[in-house]
């Protein structure tokens, strides 16, 4: 969750020290004369900059998602990757300050924007360094607006690899620009900004559907889209493989991004207090149970265990404990892991099967594991979680309401991406910008996009432009 009062431990923390809390309403008003407005400084400052840190973090697994999607892709679309990654973070950061942060945080509901609601144009406070409510907030504008930046520029970035080998960029940056400042940002609105979803009682801790699902439904419309790698399914319909030109990138790209994640799931507990190392632990559980249960299943199923679903099964963890992690206990958070990996494997072949060409498996990961993630949290929410025990879910003996709220709150993110990004796409492609020539593409986006090889092909001893199909 994104905007919240001061946890459990901060609250007491704030009570025991400070017995007129309310007084203090920014640090300008906080004295060091005591020391007790000097210890409620010292904390200010370190939930500011641990939320630095862990925006750092979040911002550091673009270069994940970046060698993940290289290295399952062909050679000859490397540099076309990296640009598309680098411009993600580029004109994501500027268009969610130009836009999409108001959108997101105005306070207004769905249709804020009839009546002017919705403010455009800047972040205000943005030079601002005292946290506006050290009481109730205790972020100051500069370091919430970074941490919620590198947000908005990993749910873009989700589309990338689906979108791989085929699309042109200059309707990639289009794409790029209209879901940091528009698309993303309204979905957060219902949530985090406190709309719709979250008086209904929705819950998504660190965005397994207001992240992942986002990025993940717009990678499946992308890709619908756009169809298919040439080569991708035979006359017979029947799909190849094209492989991926580098498993030791991707899966350095895998391990970036769980490095990563202790940004993103510790750090949306927005304040450095005895929460985060437990949320902490349980992100590696979940990683570590999704990435064994894929094996295992990929072992089953594809008659080997296939590192490229153990590194995507450990991706579908990550991805479904964000919602309810400040809910579950240990147990919960292994179970919704490892189903995690269980599903992951099958949606990949299920989307390879309607044929539909996701080059890295980006909507299984993240859209369907998303989702996931929102129904474990009905499922196994507990009062017996030591960051959050005010839900329990069906399993915990609180009946179907949570389930039912998280089901609405799946449905309704899938049906506005789905539509939004659908229509986006479908105007790039009308446009004539969207897809890339036959020759284009059997030549690489490399050279026909950017003028720049992502390698000296004349340095490897086989080509890596050329396809390898099974």
């Given at each position: 969750m994104k905007r919240k009062l001061m946890g459990g431990a901060?609250?007491?923390?704030?009570?025991?020290?400070?017995?007129?809390?309310?007084?203090?309403?920014?640090?300008?008003?906080?004295?060091?004369?005591?020391?007790?407005?000097?210890?409620?400084?010292?904390m200010v400052v370190l939930d500011n900059i641990f939320i630095f840190v862990a925006a750092v973090l979040v911002l550091f697994m673009q270069a994940g998602f970046a060698m993940v999607e290289a290295g399952f892709t062909e050679a000859k679309n490397a540099a076309n990757i990296m640009m598309k990654n680098l411009m993600d973070v580029s004109v994501g950061i500027l268009f969610f300050a130009l836009i999409g942060w108001n959108i997101a945080y105005s306070g207004a509901d769905i249709f804020g924007f009839l009546d002017g609601a919705w403010g455009i144009f800047g972040?205000?406070?943005?030079?601002?360094?005292?946290?506006?409510?050290?009481?109730?907030?205790?972020?100051a504008v500069p370091v919430d607006f970074f941490f919620q930046a590198a947000f908005a520029a990993a749910a873009a970035t989700i589309v990338s690899g689906a979108v791989a080998g085929r699309t042109q960029f200059k309707g990639y940056l289009v794409y790029s620009i209209i879901i940091t400042a528009i698309i993303y940002p309204i979905v957060v609105n219902w949530k985090w900004?406190?709309?719709w979803l979250d008086q209904m009682g929705f819950v998504d801790f660190a965005g397994s559907g207001l992240v992942h699902m986002t990025g993940g439904v717009a990678a499946l419309m992308g890709a619908i889209f756009l169809g298919p790698r040439i080569g991708k399914f035979g006359p017979d319909g029947k799909p190849r493989t094209?492989?991926?030109?580098?498993?030791?990138?991707?899966?350095?790209?895998?391990?970036?991004?769980f490095v990563g994640w202790f940004g993103f799931n510790p750090g949306s507990q927005l304040q450095a207090d005895m929460a985060v190392p437990y949320i902490a632990m349980m992100t590696a559980f979940a990683a570590a149970a999704g990435a064994a249960a894929a094996m295992v299943t990929s072992w089953v199923v594809m008659g080997k265990p296939d590192v490229g679903m153990a590194g995507n099964g450990m991706l579908a963890g990550l991805v479904a404990i964000c919602s309810g992690i400040g809910n579950f206990t240990s147990i919960g958070t292994l179970l919704t892991g490892a189903i995690a990996g269980v599903i992951v494997v099958f949606s990949i072949k299920a989307v390879e099967g309607a044929k539909i060409d996701d080059p890295v498996g980006a909507f299984s990961v993240h859209g369907v594991c998303g989702f996931w993630g929102l129904l474990a949290t009905g499922l196994f929410a507990t009062s017996s979680s030591p960051v959050d025990g005010s839900l329990e879910g069906l399993f915990a003996g609180g009946g179907a309401g949570l389930l039912i709220d998280q089901l609405i709150g799946g449905i309704a993110i899938f049906a506005f991406v789905a539509l939004a990004s659908g229509l986006l796409f479908g105007a790039l492609k009308g446009a004539g910008i969207l897809r890339v020539s036959e020759e284009e593409e059997l030549a690489g986006?490399?050279?026909?996009?950017?003028?720049?090889?992502?390698?000296?092909?004349?340095?490897?001893?086989v080509e890596p432009s050329t396809t390898v199909l099974s």
């Open positions: 901060a609250i007491a923390a704030v009570a025991l020290m400070y017995t007129e809390p309310a007084a203090a309403q920014s640090i300008d008003d906080i004295g060091r004369e005591t020391a007790e407005g000097n210890a409620l400084l010292n972040v205000d406070g943005l030079s601002d360094l005292n946290p506006p409510d050290v009481a109730s907030y205790p972020l900004g406190g709309g094209i492989n991926g030109h580098s498993i030791p990138l991707a899966m350095l790209g895998v391990f970036i991004l986006l490399d050279l026909s996009e950017h003028g720049t090889p992502g390698y000296d092909l004349g340095t490897m001893d």
